[in-house]
């Protein structure tokens, strides 16, 4: 007969249980003599740690890409990976391009595991951007293009005419024609937009003739003419 931990009793040669403990067999023979032995019913149960790391938390226009390390001081560790659309991977690396929640599962040797969530972010907010048309006066001065944005920490990459380019928001210019603005946010999106600089209005054309004064023409005319 049996007996142990939790007021486990058995009758059977062979006897299963699910409590860690000593237990105690007594054996009766034919002959009504008995013998007494212990079992020792050992238990390992301990889960694993479970630590996740990353080189980024978030998805941009410029990180396409993630990695996701998965490490345990247990020995004999199997990780496991479970993500968005499906994902599912093995090993202690993943390399993922898909923003959402990730679970790593770290599986020991005695077959306990522990779960670790890890959420990776997405930032592809492409920067708002401004340009305006505008016409070139007849000063011959130039203009100052007009290009900004709202988007805190962007920068400005201007081209143009003539091998024109430019990394401020309003470069002057003087040369017709259709430049573009690249404006690139702190995430790497970009977003573009075109200025139309229009020459200057046609300078008129015209001449001038006067007479000449003389002794005998005290005055004289003098006339423009507009061809």
Known sequence: AWSGPGGFSASNAQTQTNLPGVYTLVFTGPNGCSSTRSVVAPADTMTPDL??????????????????????GATGVQFTW???????AAGSLITVNQAGGYTATATAAN?????QPYFLME?????DVQASD?????????????GESGTAGVSYQWSGPNGFSAMIPAPLVAQPGTYLLLVTAPNGCISVDTVNIVPPPAVPAFSATSDTITCTLASATMLVENP
């Open 111 to 115: 077959g306990c595991s522990a779960q």
């Open 123 to 127: 930032n592809i907010e492409a920067p």
């Open 51 to 72: 630590q996740l790391l990353s080189n980024q938390t978030e998805l941009t226009c410029a990180d396409t890409v993630a990695s996701i390390a998965a490490q345990s």
């Open 134 to 146: 505008d016409t070139l006066d007849c000063s011959g001065n130039g203009l100052a293009l007009s």
């Open 82 to 88: 479970s993500g968005p659309n499906g994902f599912s």
